[in-house]
């Protein structure tokens, strides 16, 4: 079973920055041919697209409220994803998901994901 563990979470003031980090295991991940994605959920609102990146890293996508801010890429040699968050905002508060999928494509829909990380909470304060 494919695992993932996510960390770097925490609670920052309006303005800062956060690194996400997404390390992927066992089953049978690949990091040559899994394609990764972030996405987030707030209190009493759906699980969003964040970014999602390809197997080699050369192909990105992200919410387009998020361009400019966002930044996700991939270490294939340590199985891990990254999300860089810069200038952070109240409404950025939110669980935020890692997720893989056993295509090398990205994609933007939870439901093209199969597997999910359990979470790493990002609360940013004004």
């Known amino acids: 079973q494919v695992q993932l563990v996510e960390s770097g979470g925490g609670s920052v003031q309006a303005g800062e920055s956060l690194r996400l980090a997404c390390a992927a295991s066992?089953?049978?991940?690949?990091?040559?041919?899994?394609?990764m994605g972030w996405f987030r959920q707030a209190p009493g609102k759906e699980r969003e697209f964040v970014a999602g990146?390809?197997?080699?890293?050369?192909?990105?996508s992200y919410a387009d409220s998020l361009k400019g801010r966002f930044t996700i890429s991939r270490d294939n040699a340590k199985s891990t994803v990254y999300l860089q968050m810069n200038g952070l905002k109240p409404e950025d508060t939110a669980v935020y998901y890692c997720?893989?999928?056993?295509?090398?494509?990205?994609?933007?829909?939870?439901?093209?994901?199969?597997?999910w990380g359990q979470g790493t909470q990002v609360t940013v304060s004004s």
């Open positions: 066992g089953g049978t991940f690949s990091s040559y041919s899994y394609a």
């Open positions: 997720a893989a999928r056993s295509y090398s494509t990205l994609a933007i829909a939870t439901s093209d994901y199969a597997y």
């Open positions: 990146i390809n197997w080699s890293g050369q192909r990105t």
